[in-house]
Nanobody, 126 residues
């Protein structure tokens, strides 16, 4: 059974950095699309970043582009999100997700992903 476990969240001041990790188990992930989503209190879950299966090309939401970097280590079944220049509006529950069948046009849609982690909280104070 596929399991995703996030870690690395916490409280940081605006302008600071955090690195989130997602440990995947129970499946073969090298050909999967892996992504980060976030959900702020009172808001809908939104796409943050993804690495497309096969090519490993990274895609980002405009709100985090040039500040966040997604990466993965297929040998270790790990995915990471390096978050720099954090802003209070980045405060959210960050979750990793894995999709085995989604097509490119679905990549930014949470319903296209098959498995989810429980999430890790990130709080950015001003």
């Amino acid at each position: 059974q596929v399991q995703l476990i996030e870690s690395g969240g916490g409280v940081v001041q605006a302008g600071g950095s955090l690195r989130l990790s997602c440990a995947a188990s129970g499946g073969t992930f090298s050909q999967s699309t892996m992504a980060w989503f976030r959900q702020a209190p009172g808001k809908e879950r939104e796409f943050v970043a993804a690495m497309w299966r096969g090519t490993g090309r990274a895609y980002y939401a405009d709100s985090v582009k040039d500040r966040f970097t997604i990466s993965r280590d297929n040998g270790k079944n790990m995915m990471y999100l390096q978050m720099n220049i954090l802003k209070p509006e980045d405060t959210a529950l960050y979750s990793c997700a894995v999709g085995f069948r989604l097509i490119m046009s679905q990549m930014r849609r949470d319903i296209a992903y098959d498995y989810w982690g429980q999430g890790t909280h990130v709080t950015v104070s001003s």
